[in-house]
């Protein structure tokens, strides 16, 4: 049996990927103040699609041979047969998420200083408070779990590969003196799929990059059509 797409759950190099479970957190107190963080921009492009290849090695081989080219540790990845003669291929991990998902950008105002842009998916952020007398800042932390699924579906002459990833980010914010004091924490999560976006409650828009799901479909055209990729042909 295929494994439900739409599971929760990244370091991430190729051969450590993709979905742990994720369990939405209780709503948290509001901040008292806005931070020195105006004029989100949302991402600018559409999500990409979901990759498709077509390669002449049936199923069954074609995933184990994707298997043994990540060499992901056995605790995280798992792969099987349905009675069809489909074949997948499941890898969870956890991480950064900025070169995996884009978020957008926030430009940032701090007193004195010339506004900066900053993407907003990067892993840590230190933001100043306004007015600067609070002597406070913010620290964010965003971070990914997710999976990826490789499924390989019998198709003349061999098979058809679908690369899907689900992308699980959880955003935290400490608000914090700068004695180090935590004085408060909001915490939120955020799924989503690839082909599509998710959206924060407080309004951050996030869609995966591509690179993800392009990183396998190329290890898998390598693989299994090795042929058409040392020639550069059409995907």
Same mark, same amino acid.
Not at 11 to 17: D, E, G, W
Not at 36 to 42: G, K, Q, T
Not at 204 to 224: D, F, H, K, M, T
């Given at each position: 049996?295929?494994?439900?797409?739409?599971?929760?759950?990244?370091?991430?190099?190729?051969?450590?990927?993709?979905?742990?479970?994720?369990?939405? @957190?209780?709503? #948290? =107190? *509001?901040?008292?103040?806005?931070?020195?963080?105006?004029?989100?921009? /949302?991402? &600018?492009? %559409?999500?990409?699609?979901?990759?498709?290849?077509?390669?002449?090695?049936?199923?069954?081989?074609?995933?184990?041979?994707?298997?043994?080219?990540?060499?992901?540790?056995?605790?995280?990845?798992?792969?099987?047969?349905?009675?069809d003669g489909t074949a997948w291929l499941e890898l969870t991990s956890s991480g950064d998420p900025e070169p995996f998902v884009d978020c957008g950008s926030f430009e940032l105002h701090? @007193?004195?200083? #010339? =506004? *900066?842009?900053?993407?907003?998916?990067?892993?840590?952020?230190?933001? /100043?408070? &306004?007015? %600067?007398?609070?002597?406070?800042?913010?620290?964010?932390?965003?971070?990914?779990?997710?999976?990826?699924?490789?499924?390989?579906?019998?198709?003349?002459?061999?098979?058809?590969?679908?690369?899907?990833?689900?992308?699980?980010?959880?955003?935290?914010?400490?608000?914090?003196?700068?004695?180090?004091?935590?004085?408060?924490?909001?915490?939120?999560?955020?799924?989503?799929?690839?082909?599509?976006?998710?959206?924060?409650?407080?309004?951050?828009?996030?869609?995966?990059?591509?690179?993800?799901?392009?990183?396998?479909?190329?290890?898998?055209?390598?693989?299994?059509?090795?042929?058409?990729?040392?020639?550069?042909?059409?995907?």
């Open positions: 049996m295929i494994p439900h797409r739409h599971g929760f759950g990244f370091p991430f190099l190729l051969a450590s990927l993709l979905a742990a479970c994720a369990t939405a @957190p209780p709503t #948290p =107190p *509001r901040f008292g103040r806005e931070p020195v963080e105006r004029n989100y921009l /949302p991402p &600018a492009d %559409p999500p990409p699609p979901v990759p498709v290849i077509a390669t002449a090695v049936p199923p069954e081989a074609a995933i184990a041979r994707l298997a043994e080219a990540l060499g992901a540790e056995k605790s995280r990845m798992r792969r099987g047969t349905a009675e701090e @007193p004195g200083a #010339p =506004p *900066r842009r900053i993407p907003a998916a990067r892993l840590d952020l230190r933001i /100043p408070l &306004a007015p %600067p007398e609070r002597r406070e800042v913010l620290l964010r932390q965003l971070r990914l779990d997710g999976r990826l699924l490789a499924i390989a579906r019998p198709s003349e002459p061999g098979s058809r590969l679908e690369v899907r990833a689900t992308y699980v980010l959880t955003r935290t914010v400490d608000r914090v003196a700068l004695d180090g004091r935590v004085l408060d924490t909001q915490r939120e999560t955020a799924a989503f799929e690839t082909g599509t976006t998710g959206r924060f409650a407080q309004g951050l828009v996030c869609r995966p990059s591509g690179r993800l799901e392009q990183a396998v479909v190329r290890a898998a055209e390598q693989l299994l059509n090795p042929a058409d990729a040392s020639a550069g042909g059409p995907r």
